[in-house]
């Protein structure tokens, strides 16, 4: 990656000389020639040095927005969730396990029940865990498998209070530890067996296969979803600075592909000295993204800790109010510029915040951006926590910022995202909230959203001559947008008859 080369630099570097800092709003991707239809176009790219991304877009580190469910569906469209940090780290750890064992080729620690459970015990855990699977192996008092239980038997069985060891079925057909998913699938197809343990020669189970896992890896049609080397959803765990920090990545180092320091304010000795820890303790095992920054000083020292990825965004967001609040931060298209331009080296970057369309994604890109991240526009979608509410009559989610009064006032993780763990002399009244909470129109399923995302940045890369994101970086270039420029580009002198998909008239 040569930064220098890229199109958009001296409008930039003229930007900056006037001291104009601009966001989405302010410009426009130039046009160019191209030779290519928006489905050619290749929309691959890195969240951090060694997570990549299908699709670039990962969802926000917000309540409202990341739980296993929606993280779940955003891996299976090629994107990435990051599951916000205002659990205590066990918890956190429980939501990234459910998107780890979701879906994959081969379950290393599969969940296993003991001999004497009752199935009506299974049950509720299987319900307060929110497991989708069915499958579980049976273990006796030395932690050796003796059997199974799979859907048919918890279909069949009648009685709650039965054991497992009472409906367990114990013809079983295992493999030995190291079976590859090619072979796994042979014998699974051979033997017609959903399940196959892998056992080892002192009776130690090693893991397991799931057929319909197997067969989706196998035969193509996981395409498309983001996934680890081992066949497994990736997904990224939002983490603090400090000792709560190296906690949490003790808890979810090998189930989380990524962890993602969240801050207000990344440009601060605390998270540098949580950057070189964590390289040190975990060294390869897990990335590491720091953020929030906004500017070229920021960029450039947490690249210097040794940084996987950065992320740039100092109140651009939909729900945010540190810019009106602290009168700190930079409009987002010079924030992910100057950050871009800093570093010089292949640190991805993620714009997080601000993304109010899909033209604001080749836009984020085209200034210097790897991937965007995203709360608002998911928030609405049904795999985001919480229950469709009516406003006046329409489907409504709600959707509150990390540094909202109510988010502060619950979560010491939140209260620390603002530097205000130990709130301030007054109490909670006199937390400062930088956030806001509201609600977001219920938008449908989330691939309803990322299919317009993504089609918009295609379609933008179709008229840019990009045929992927790397060539989206280089060749972008801009015009500086002028108000009316603004109202001739959203629909004008016309009636709305009809919600577009795609579309709402700004606020
Ligand atoms: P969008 O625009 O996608 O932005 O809704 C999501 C991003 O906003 C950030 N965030 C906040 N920023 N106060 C802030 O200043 C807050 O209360 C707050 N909550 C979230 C965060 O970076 C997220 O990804």
């Known amino acids: 990656m040569n930064s220098n080369r890229r199109a958009c630099v001296p409008f930039f570097e003229e930007m900056n000389r006037q ?41 926000a580190a917000m309540d409202s927005v990341t739980g296993s469910r929606l993280a779940i569906a955003m891996a299976m469209l090629g994107g990435l969730g ?43 855990m299987r319900r307060e865990k929110g497991y989708r699977f069915h499958s579980f192996l049976v273990t006796n008092s030395a932690r050796r498998v003796t059997g199974l239980i799979t859907r048919s038997e918890f279909r069949f069985c009648r009685d709650r209070s039965q054991t497992a060891a009472d409906i367990m079925t114990t013809e079983l057909i295992t493999a030995e530890p ?23 020669d002192d009776g130690e189970f090693q893991g397991m296969y799931l057929f319909n896992d197997v067969e989706r890896t196998m035969t ?50 605390s998270v540098f000295a949580t950057v070189k820890e964590i390289k ?17 000083g920021a960029a450039k020292r947490l690249a210097d800790c040794g940084v996987d990825g950065i992320k740039v965004g100092q109140g651009p967001g939909s729900i945010c109010t540190t810019r009106v ?49 995203i709360g608002s526009l998911l928030a609405g979608t049904t795999e985001a926590p919480g229950e469709v509410d009516f406003r006046f009559g329409d489907p409504v989610k709600l959707y509150r910022g990390m540094g909202s009064k109510s988010a502060l006032e619950e979560s010491r993780a939140s209260r620390e995202r603002y530097g205000q763990a130990e709130g301030y002399a007054g109490g909670k009244d006199a937390l400062v909230p930088e956030g806001i909470e509201g609600s977001v ?20 890369m179709g008229y840019i001559g990009a045929a992927n994101i790397e060539e989206l970086r280089q060749k972008a270039d801009f015009w500086r947008d002028t108000e009316a420029g603004k109202s001739e580009s959203h629909p004008h002198g016309v009636k709305m008859l009809r919600d577009a998909p795609n579309y709402r008239r700004p606020e």
Request: include cysteine.
């Open 220 to 269: 193509g049609s996981s395409a498309g979803y983001n996934l680890d080397s081992q066949g497994r959803l990736r997904v990224a765990a939002a983490i603090g600075v400090g000792d709560e920090a190296l906690e949490r990545v003790s808890y979810v180092v090998g189930f989380a592909d990524v962890v993602v320091i969240d801050t207000a304010h990344a440009d601060t000795d």
């Open 178 to 200: 190291g079976t590859t998913i090619e072979q796994a699938y042979a014998t699974m197809c051979r033997e017609k067996k959903t399940v196959l343990p892998l056992i080892g």
């Open 325 to 373: 609040v602290t009168g700190v931060g930079c409009p987002q298209a010079t924030a992910v510029f100057n950050a871009c331009e800093a570093i010089g080296a292949d640190i991805p970057i993620c714009a997080d915040g601000g993304i109010k369309f899909s033209g604001d994604i080749p836009k984020a890109i085209g200034c210097g951006g790897h991937s965007v991240m």
């Open 19 to 59: 001291r104009l800092a601009l966001t989405y709003d302010d410009i426009l991707l130039i046009p160019g020639h191209a030779e290519l239809l928006p489905n050619q176009v290749k929309v691959g790219s890195m969240f951090s040095r060694n997570v990549p991304l299908m699709i670039p877009i990962v969802s």
């Open 82 to 124: 990051v599951i916000p940090r205002h659990r205590p780290p066990k918890e956190q750890r429980d939501e990234i396990k459910r998107v780890k064992f979701a879906l994959s080729g081969m379950i290393r620690e599969p969940i296993t029940v003991r001999e004497d459970e009752t199935i009506e015990a299974i049950e509720n």
């Open 441 to 460: 129109p219920y938008s449908g399923d989330l691939k309803t959203v990322l299919d317009q995302l993504v089609g918009g940045l295609r379609n933008s």
């Open 280 to 296: 040190k303790q975990f060294g390869d095992r897990i990335d590491v993204v720091a953020g929030n920054i906004s500017d070229r």
